[in-house]
Nanobody
């Protein structure tokens, strides 16, 4: 069982930066595949970035070149560095972890296969 707790959200002006953190209970942290999702009211939750145990990453087209996902296995923490933020990045951001088997790379930005979720942290970007 993995417990995930996000932090680091807040309000920022367009062009600014934020770093989200997701602290996880130690179980399997260094072997589990993880991801960041975001959701605004009335819309589907969308995958933003994913990372596997080898450090291989996948990004949504909308955030490529601006966001960076990383894991610190020693600290049991997942990060999302968000630069050049835009108003359309405003959303609730969620940390997610897969089960015992990692999700195929082509599917890592979909919700299927992620069984553990944090409570979310709000990011608001003003123009």
């Amino acid at each position: 069982q993995l417990q995930l707790v996000e932090s680091g959200g807040g309000s920022v002006q367009a062009g600014g930066s934020l770093r989200l953190s997701c602290s996880a209970s130690p179980s399997r942290f260094n072997t589990v595949c993880m991801a960041w999702f975001r959701q605004v009211p009335g819309k589907e939750r969308e995958g933003v970035a994913a990372i596997d145990s080898a450090g291989s990453t996948v990004y949504a087209d909308s955030v490529k070149g601006r966001f960076t996902i990383s894991k610190d296995n020693a600290a049991n923490t997942l990060y999302l560095q968000m630069n050049s933020l835009k108003p359309e990045d405003t959303s609730m951001y969620y940390c997610a972890a897969a089960g015992l088997e990692c999700i195929p790379r082509r599917d890592r930005l979909g919700r299927d296969g992620y069984f553990y979720w944090g409570q979310g942290t709000q990011v608001t970007v003003s123009s």
